[in-house]
């Protein structure tokens, strides 16, 4: 669980880092999260998971297969500019797998269906250790995000 709420975070940062627009924070949160879906099944059929997870909803390519229909409903119930949503869900999803590959031991297949072959390059894996590091992160890119609004605040006076 905290794992997949690291994932959302990571989504809602790099939404957050590019647009004032807190609905487009949601939505990268919301992104970075939804690959894990595919670990329900840890909820009722330990080997279910272990078959599935980081093999359903892991490959690259449903970023954009999913992105599509979540910036099309944004733009139709939430009045969210559909390009800006499209990037924002697309890339909140993307960091998911991506940092899967690197910060866990668990292999993903990045590249399915064109390919099989499985990556984990795991830099750096300990449990203690992401969550410092997540720590670190979170504050160093909100300090980022409030000085460059400051920035552009100033320059616009």
Do not use: C
Request: aromatic share 18%.
């Amino acid at each position: 669980m905290p794992f997949t709420l690291i994932h959302g975070l990571l989504g809602y940062l790099l939404a957050a880092f590019f647009t004032k627009e807190k609905r487009y924070w949601l939505l990268g949160f919301i992104a970075g999260v939804l690959p894990d879906v595919d670990g329900l099944p840890l909820l009722w059929d330990r080997q279910l998971f272990y078959a599935i997870h980081h093999e359903l909803l892991h490959p690259l390519v449903y970023a954009l297969l999913f992105a599509l229909p979540a910036a099309l409903a944004a733009k139709k119930f939430f009045k969210m500019n559909a390009k800006k949503a499209f990037a924002v869900f697309a890339a909140g999803y993307l960091l998911h797998p991506l940092a899967d590959v690197f910060f866990t031991d668990w292999p993903v297949k990045l590249f399915w269906p064109l390919s099989n072959q499985q990556f984990s390059y795991p830099v750096l894996f300990d449990y203690n250790l992401h969550l410092a590091l997540l720590a670190v992160l979170a504050t160093v890119v909100h300090l980022a995000i409030n000085f460059q609004r400051k920035k552009h605040a100033t320059v616009g006076k």
